[in-house]
């Protein structure tokens, strides 16, 4: 996923199954402008996740459906 921030910041991605538990919980470096990260979820069985992601000033959330 793609991630563009205004300033060199720490973001945390959380990765939710279904049942509202925290299946990934990550907190990476990103720079000054487009950010790409990877998400790793080959270890996580099929079904439809929420992705949050928050730095110091916004908050994203985002619908993932993992397919085997």
């Known amino acids: 996923f793609d991630v563009t921030v205004a300033e060199n910041s720490v973001i945390v991605?959380?990765?939710i199954d279904i049942s509202g538990k925290t299946v990934s919980l990550m907190k990476q470096m990103v720079h000054t402008g487009m950010n790409s990260l990877?998400?790793?979820?080959s270890s996580l069985p099929a079904g439809i996740y929420t992705l949050r992601v928050?730095?110091?000033n916004r908050?994203?959330?985002?619908?993932?459906?993992?397919n085997n």
């Open 54 to 56: 928050a730095d110091k």
């Open 59 to 66: 908050y994203i959330v985002k619908r993932v459906v993992k």
């Open 13 to 15: 991605s959380e990765l």
């Open 38 to 41: 990877t998400l790793n979820t």
